[in-house]
């Protein structure tokens, strides 16, 4: 049995730029944040200072359930850093309020993965500065 899990110990991973600082601080709070135009209305989740759709500035941070399903994965077994172990699952996961994530699945084996399956966010620390959302299946 191969139970998916969150890697965080070594791995590369993001530094916040001006316009992610909010996505990172509601990580570390634990609460996945998106974007929305206070214009258009557009959905966002990589961070930005203008909206994608209607090039207006300031697009507002906005909190999500942090519950989703799986819209589409894959599962590494050849690491192409050595940092990382393997299984894991990169995916994509559809928020219930509708932008899509990257993320990775954690806390199920590779075979029990399948579209549509319910997620819920999993938030783990790396350091002071970044914590990293995960999805595992929905308790
Ligand atoms: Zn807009």
Known sequence: MTILRPQVDG????R?????IPYWEGCRAGELRYQRCPGCQ????????ICW?????????????????LYSWTV???????????PYAPAIV??????????????CEPEDLAEGMALEVAFHRVD???TL??????R
């Open 76 to 86: 590494v077994w050849r690491a192409q850093h050595p940092a990382f172990e393997v």
């Open 11 to 14: 791995i590369p991973v993001p």
């Open 133 to 138: 959302p995960f999805f595992r299946p929905l």
């Open 53 to 69: 759709r209607c090039h207006r500035p300031g697009p507002e941070w906005v909190g999500a359930s942090g519950r989703g399903v």
């Open 42 to 49: 557009a959905l966002q989740t990589n961070p930005t200072i």
């Open 16 to 20: 916040p730029s001006l316009a992610s």
């Open 128 to 130: 002071d500065e970044i």
């Open 94 to 107: 559809e928020l219930e309020e509708g932008p899509r994530v990257m993320t990775a699945v954690v806390g």
